[in-house]
């Protein structure tokens, strides 16, 4: 099983993750800017989180050969505070890196109009630099924020396969299917989407422009959760061929749309599933 994961936060991840990753088949994976955590308080430390989202973290993953994309962008929650606002002016010069595969995250926390302002401006930048653009949905009033979300792409002008409009559930998804975009799931140990959940989501709405991605970042989470879910798809009844569509064929051509993506060496090979089980122990 060879795994792409198109959305995981390995600068909240130790060496021993990137380890247990390439074990477990993830060869190619996209990191979004994102917030940290802690507040940052100034647009100078946007810029050393960004070179360090192009250099050195492409750097670490190599060491385990992983290939590691980026995509840039002021992140929705950050868009609210006056302090990093400076930051939006940072992003055009890393959407010029050859790494840098998308826009994003942007879109919405708290629907406010500062962030209406952000992910307007930063949807533009995606049109202007010919990216796709990566959407972060509100962990609260999600389906208020989806159709918000939706709206504001319409507006822009940028092609709806271009967009991906990630952490969906059941709820949002027929939404984001009917749109056109592309629709990302959020697979987590607690919260979010667990594999068994997205078996059912793949029976009813197909395999079509669904992404899967372990998100794993600072909180209680899993990057091999993209492997559990190739794992569950395979109990269920999918072939090898699906969960390669998933879980490798979806994230490439999506982000493929970027003109940067060079996988033609880890395509090569492919890693087998039988051996996975010996990471069924992880967290």
């Known amino acids: 099983m060879r795994i792409f994961d ?30 940290l955590g802690q507040p940052r308080t100034g647009a100078g430390s946007f ?30 929650k950050e868009a609210n505070d006056p302090r990093c606002r400076e930051a939006l002016a940072l992003v ?3 959407l010029d890196k050859d790494s840098v595969v998308a826009v994003g995250e942007i879109g919405y926390d708290a629907m406010t109009p500062e962030e209406d302002e952000v992910f307007t401006a930063q949807l533009a930048m995606a ?7 990566l959407v972060h949905t509100p962990h609260r009033d999600k389906a208020r924020g989806v159709d918000r979300t939706l709206a504001v792409v319409e507006d822009s002008g940028i092609a709806p396969g271009r967009v991906v409009v990630d952490h ?13 975009c592309w629709m990302g799931f959020s697979i987590y140990p607690d919260t979010k ?12 709405h197909g395999l079509d422009r669904i992404l899967v991605n372990s998100a ?23 072939t090898d061929d699906d969960v390669d569509r998933v879980l490798w064929r979806n994230p490439v051509e999506f982000y493929g749309q970027s003109g940067r993506l060079d996988l033609s060496e880890l395509a090569a090979t492919e890693p087998t599933f039988e051996g996975s089980s010996i990471l069924r122990g992880g967290s």
């Open 47 to 76: 810029a050393d989180y960004f070179d360090s989202l192009v250099g050195w973290e492409p750097f670490r993953a190599a060491q385990f050969g992983i290939r590691h994309h980026a995509t840039i962008a002021l992140n929705p």
């Open 6 to 35: 198109p959305h995981i936060h390995m600068t909240s991840r130790t060496t021993d993750d990137y380890e247990r990753m390439a074990a477990a088949g993830v060869r190619a994976l996209v990191e979004p800017a994102f917030w």
């Open 216 to 238: 794993a970042d600072w909180g209680r989470s899993d990057p091999l959760l993209t492997l559990r879910t190739g794992e569950a798809m395979l109990a269920a009844g999918f």
């Open 193 to 204: 989407m667990s594999p068994d959940r997205m078996v059912d989501i793949l029976r009813e």
């Open 92 to 94: 055009p010069r890393y």
């Open 168 to 180: 969906l559930n059941e709820v949002t998804v027929g939404a984001v299917h009917d749109a056109g």
């Open 127 to 133: 049109v202007e630099y010919e990216l796709p653009a």
